[in-house]
């Protein structure tokens, strides 16, 4: 009992502990054990849409499970590239929460896009990504005003635009 340890690892690895005893005859010896630490199952996926609308702004975060837990501070770092040109835009930086989302302008023109989110966990770097396409919105046009007018009469005429789900009042 007066001999217990406690080992607790911070991270997955092979970790040898030895101790030493002094028998009854006053000679020492040495006991070791390896323990290997495995690496825990993580689950992580990025949220938010898949299909965005040119000029939209939408948000995304990255949820992180070991077994039931769900890490909610893991600091998350966002990037964007188009595959087919290779370039890649930093988004910055969040948590690993609902509650602090990175927000993406999709401001470029229609195509898929890869989101990168990239976080270490116990040593070791993870990256997800989510690959989003980009389309161009819906728009519906009108002009309103009555179809039958009378031969001396003045009639207003308007224009209503709505794209994807805004109208234009201006």
Do not use: C, H, Q
Request: hydrophobic share 30%; net charge negative.
């Amino acid at each position: 009992e007066d001999s217990k340890v406690t080992f607790a690892p911070d991270k997955p690895g092979t970790y040898v502990i030895s101790a030493t005893y002094m028998a009854i005859t006053n000679k020492s010896y040495t006991v070791t054990k390896t323990i290997t630490v495995r690496k825990p199952k993580v689950d992580f996926s990025i949220n938010g849409p898949d299909t965005v609308v040119k000029t939209s702004i939408e948000s995304y975060w990255l949820s992180v499970k070991i077994g039931e837990e769900t890490l909610t501070d893991l600091d998350v770092t966002w990037n964007w590239k188009r595959n087919d040109n290779g370039w890649n835009v930093p988004l910055g930086n969040t948590k690993s929460s609902e509650e602090d989302p990175v927000n993406v302008k999709f401001d470029t023109d229609e195509s898929k896009y890869e989101l990168t989110a990239e976080f270490t966990l116990y040593g070791e770097l993870y990256t997800v990504s989510k690959i989003i396409t980009i389309g161009t919105p819906d728009v519906d046009a009108s002009i309103n005003g009555p179809d039958t007018v009378a031969k001396t009469s003045t009639e207003s005429y308007w224009l209503s635009v709505k794209i994807g789900e805004e109208t234009l009042t201006d």
